[in-house]
C-alpha cells in the first residue's frame, strides 16, 4: 500500500516538498523514536550479540558462535521450563473464559457495579511480591487457609507450592486470579460497547438471558476476547515474579517448577552466565513471537467484527 | 521482556561508563593533603558502621568516609553492575562465597604490602576465616566479623519427652537416639530440623565425618566420608524426626524451631539475638556446640572489608581497611552486641549481652572451624547441590547415587571455571 501512496504521491507533489513534509514528519515521531531505539532497538540487538558470546561477570567477551544455542537445546533445564512456561499459559488462559462471564455478569448487576470492579481489579494494582507472599501463606502446607479448611473435611491437602507435583498448578491458579482484574476491565468495556438495540430487538423475539449471552454478547465481543488472549499469552510465557516468590530458590519444587524467564535469571544473574541467558532470551522472544502470529492467524477463524 | 531489555540497556549503560571511567586512572591525592571522599557500602547494620567510621575520621581528619546502604537482596546485583561500570564503592564488604569471583576478576585491591608495611599480626583472626578470603596466596582484605554454627535446642520440648539437654559432649549418636523420643506426630513437633541446608547443615556434618566438599578444584561428593555427612541428614527424614523438605519449604528451619515445632536446630551464631528478642522463646531455649562425629567441626563464615581495585585513592583505602581490621574496630562493634568481632579477644561483650544463652559455645568451637567451600563461581554448582541432594532427601534416590552424580556435574562446572 505504501508503495501505491508514494507513487502517487511524486505524480502531484514536486519532490522538494516531499522531503520536507518526511521531515517534518520525521521531527515529530523522533521523540518516541529516540526512547524506542534506546529502550528496545538497541538493548534488543545487544542482547542477539551478547548471545554468541561468553561473557565474563566483570565485562571482557568473546565470541563463541552458535554454542550457546547448541548447548542450551540440549539443556534438559531448558525443556522442562519451556514445558512449565507452556502449562502455565495455559492454564492462565482457561481465566479468559472465566473473564468474560465475570464481565458480564458485573455488567448485569444493577448495584455495586464499580464496586465490584474495583474489588477484581485491586490484584493488578497490589505489588506481585506482596500477592506472592500472601498466596505463600494460604498455600502453606500445615497451617494454610486451604488445607485447614480441607481438614474440616478430613482431606490431609498438599504443600501446594513446595510438592513439585502441584506447584505449577498452584501457582498458575494466582496467575489467573491476579490477571482478571484487567481482562475484566477490557471485556467488560467491549460489553458495554454492544449495541443496546440488539439486546432489546432479541427480548422482543423471545431470547433470554443466556441465549442473549451466547447469540449476541459472545460473537460481537470477540474482538476483544482476542485481545485478552494475545495479552494473556505474551505475559504468561514471561511468568518470573509468581514463581520466584512463591516457589522460590532450595525449595523441591524449584527444579519441575521453573520457567523460562525464571531459568534466564538463574543463569544470567545467579551463575554470570550472560552469553547463554541472552540466548534463553532470544529463543523465548522467537517463541512468542510465533505464537502470537499463530493466534493471528486462528482469529479469522472465530473473531467477528461487526 | 521488557525486564529483560531494561537489564540489557543497564548493561549497556554501565560498559559505557567503564570506558569513560578508565580513561581517568587513578591519581594519588594522600601527599597533597587536599580532603579526600571514600565511600563504603554495606547492608546492615547501619549504626554500628556509622560510630566505626566517625572514629576513623577522627584520626584521619583528611579522610571523609560516606557509609552507601543497600539491602541484602539489592546489595550484590549493585556492586556486580558498579564494579563493571567502574563505580563501585571504595570500601565494601564480602562475602565467602562470592570473594573469588571478584578475586579472580581482578576487582579487588591486594593488600599484602599495606598488611606487611603496618605490621599487622593476621593470626589474630581465625585462620580459617583468613584462608576463606585468600586467593592464589594473596590477602584482600581483614576479617570483620563472623558466625559459627551450633546445636540450639527447645528445653520445653526436651523436658516433654524427658530428655536430657544435649551437653558439649554430644556426638552424631546422642542426637540420633534423641531425635526419634522427641518426635511426636500427633503434637505435630520433631526432634530435629533436617533441611538441605549448607552453611548451618551438610557443609559442617561432611566435614565432621572427615570428608571435604571441594579441594583443589575438584569436588569431594564422590568421597565416601562427604557422603556419610549427607547420610546423616537423611536418616533424619527418613525415620521421621524431621519435618519434610516440602513442610520446610513452606515453613523454614528456624521458623518452625522458634515455633516450638522442632527441638533440635543446627542454627547459626547469627540468630542469638533474633532468638533473644522474643521474650517467649528466650526462657525456653539454649545452645550448646555442635555435636561431635568422626571429628569436630564447624563451618566458619563472616564478613570481610575489602577495596575496590579500580579505585582512585587507593592509599586512603588502605588506610581505612587496616583501621576496619583493627583493634578499635572490632570493639566498638562488639559493644553493640549485634556480630561477634573477628579480632581476638574482642568478642566477651557479645557473650556477655545475652546471659540467659551459652554463646561461649560459638566462640569455643573457633578452634575447630573449617573453611567454608567455595571457587570462583560457586553458584553455579550451589544450584547442582540444590537439584541433585533434593531426590536423595526425600529418598527418591540413594545419597550414594546423587552424590556421585553431583561430583560429576560439580567437576564439570569447576573445569568451566
Known amino acids: 500500500m505504501s508503495a501505491v501512496t508514494s507513487r502517487r504521491g511524486a505524480t502531484r507533489r514536486p519532490a522538494l516538498l516531499r522531503i520536507s513534509n518526511a521531515l517534518t514528519g520525521l521531527a515529530f515521531v523522533a521523540p518516541a523514536l529516540v526512547g524506542l531505539l534506546a529502550l528496545y532497538i538497541v538493548p534488543l540487538i545487544s542482547t542477539f550479540v551478547t548471545s554468541f558470546t561468553k561473557t565474563g561477570p566483570f565485562g571482557g567477551s568473546t565470541f563463541v558462535g552458535a554454542d550457546n544455542y547448541l548447548s542450551l537445546f540440549l539443556d534438559a533445564e531448558f525443556w522442562t521450563a519451556l514445558r512449565n512456561s507452556l502449562i502455565f499459559t495455559a492454564i492462565v488462559l482457561l481465566g479468559v473464559p472465566i473473564a468474560i462471564v465475570l464481565a458480564a455478569l458485573i455488567n448485569s448487576v444493577k448495584r455495586f457495579r464499580t464496586t465490584y470492579r474495583v474489588l477484581f481489579f485491586l490484584p493488578v494494582v497490589t505489588l506481585p511480591v506482596a500477592v506472592g507472599m500472601v498466596w505463600r501463606y494460604i498455600y502453606n502446607g500445615d497451617f494454610g487457609v486451604i488445607n485447614q479448611a480441607l481438614a474440616a473435611f478430613g482431606i ?25 482484574g484487567t481482562n475484566i476491565i477490557i471485556l467488560g468495556a467491549g460489553i458495554q460497547a454492544i449495541s443496546q438495540d440488539l439486546f432489546e430487538a432479541s427480548s422482543l423475539d423471545g431470547a433470554g438471558s443466556i441465549r442473549q ?61 550472560r552469553g547463554y541467558g541472552a540466548a534463553i532470551a532470544i529463543v523465548l522472544l522467537v517463541i512468542i513471537m510465533a505464537v502470537t502470529a499463530l493466534q493471528f492467524r486462528l482469529q479469522r477463524k472465530w473473531v467477528f467484527y461487526g | 521482556m521488557r525486564r529483560w531489555l531494561a537489564i540489557t540497556t543497564v ?71 558498579s564494579a563493571q561500570g567502574g563505580t563501585a564503592p571504595d570500601a565494601f564488604w564480602m562475602l565467602g562465597d562470592r570473594f573469588q569471583l571478584y578475586a579472580a576478576n581482578n576487582q579487588l585491591l591486594p593488600l599484602d604490602d599495606a598488611i606487611s608495611d603496618a605490621g599487622v599480626d593476621l593470626g589474630v583472626y581465625p585462620k580459617a576465616l583468613v584462608d576463606l578470603f585468600t586467593y592464589d596466596g594473596a590477602h584482600y582484605g581483614l ?28 556426638t552424631w549418636a546422642d542426637v540420633q537416639a534423641a531425635a526419634p523420643k522427641l518426635t511426636d506426630p500427633a ?138 581490621g583493627g583493634k578499635e574496630a572490632a570493639e566498638i562493634q562488639a559493644a553493640t552486641g549485634a556480630v561477634i568481632p573477628a579480632y581476638e579477644n574482642t568478642q566477651q561483650a557479645w557473650v556477655d549481652s545475652m546471659p540467659e544463652f551459652n554463646l561461649q559455645a560459638f566462640l569455643d568451637e573457633v578452634p575447630d572451624g573449617v573453611l567454608y567451600p567455595v571457587s570462583a563461581n560457586t553458584a553455579v554448582w550451589n544450584e547442582y547441590e540444590d537439584d541433585l541432594l533434593t531426590p536423595a532427601w526425600d529418598g527418591s534416590v540413594s545419597v550414594e547415587q546423587a552424590a556421585d552424580d553431583l561430583a560429576t556435574k560439580m567437576d564439570e562446572a569447576l573445569a568451566k571455571e
Open chain 1, 213 to 273: 449471552f451466547f447469540a449476541i454478547t459472545l460473537p460481537l465481543l470477540s474482538p476483544s476476547v482476542f485481545l485478552v488472549s494475545v495479552l494473556s499469552v505474551i505475559s504468561s510465557l514471561q511468568m518470573f515474579d509468581l514463581i520466584y516468590v512463591m516457589i522460590g530458590r532450595g525449595s523441591p519444587a524449584e527444579q519441575g517448577s521453573q520457567t523460562v524467564v525464571y531459568l534466564f535469571f538463574q543463569k544470567a544473574f545467579v551463575e554470570y552466565d
Open chain 2, 11 to 81: 548493561s549497556v549503560a554501565a560498559a559505557a561508563l567503564l570506558t569513560a571511567c578508565s580513561a581517568g586512572g587513578s591519581d594519588n591525592n594522600a601527599e597533597s593533603g587536599e580532603k579526600v571522599t571514600l565511600t563504603y557500602g554495606v547492608w546492615s547494620q547501619e549504626d554500628t558502621m556509622q560510630q566505626v567510621v566517625d572514629a576513623f575520621e577522627k584520626e584521619n581528619p583528611n579522610i571523609d568516609v560516606q557509609l552507601q546502604v543497600n539491602p541484602f537482596t539489592d546489595y550484590w546485583t549493585k556492586l556486580q553492575v
Open chain 2, 187 to 324: 503434637n505435630g513437633t520433631f526432634g530435629i530440623a533436617a533441611p538441605l541446608n549448607r552453611q548451618e547443615g551438610y557443609y559442617n556434618t561432611i566435614a565432621q565425618a572427615g570428608g571435604h566438599v571441594i579441594e583443589d578444584g575438584m569436588s569431594g561428593y564422590s568421597d565416601p566420608k562427604t557422603q556419610a555427612g549427607l547420610q546423616y541428614w537423611v536418616d533424619f527424614q527418613k525415620n521421621g524426626s524431621s519435618p519434610n523438605l516440602q513442610q520446610l519449604a513452606d515453613t523454614e528451619a528456624v521458623a518452625q524451631f522458634e515455633n516450638g515445632k522442632v527441638a533440635m536446630y543446627y542454627g547459626g551464631s547469627f540468630y542469638a539475638q533474633r532468638f533473644y528478642d522474643n521474650p517467649d522463646l528466650r526462657s525456653k531455649i539454649d545452645v550448646t556446640v555442635l555435636p561431635a562425629g568422626e571429628t569436630r567441626a564447624t563451618v566458619i563464615n563472616g564478613i570481610q572489608n575489602v577495596g575496590f581495585a579500580n579505585s582512585k585513592h587507593p592509599e586512603e583505602l588502605k588506610k581505612f581497611l587496616l583501621f576496619l
Open chain 1, 156 to 180: 490431609d491437602g498438599p504443600s501446594w507450592v513446595a510438592d513439585p507435583d502441584v506447584a505449577i498448578y498452584a501457582v498458575a491458579i494466582v496467575g489467573i486470579w491476579s490477571s482478571l
Open chain 2, 143 to 170: 576479617p570483620k566479623d563472623f558466625d559459627t554454627i551450633g546445636l540450639w535446642y527447645n528445653k520445653s520440648l526436651f523436658d516433654a519427652a524427658g530428655v536430657a539437654y544435649p551437653t558439649a559432649d554430644w
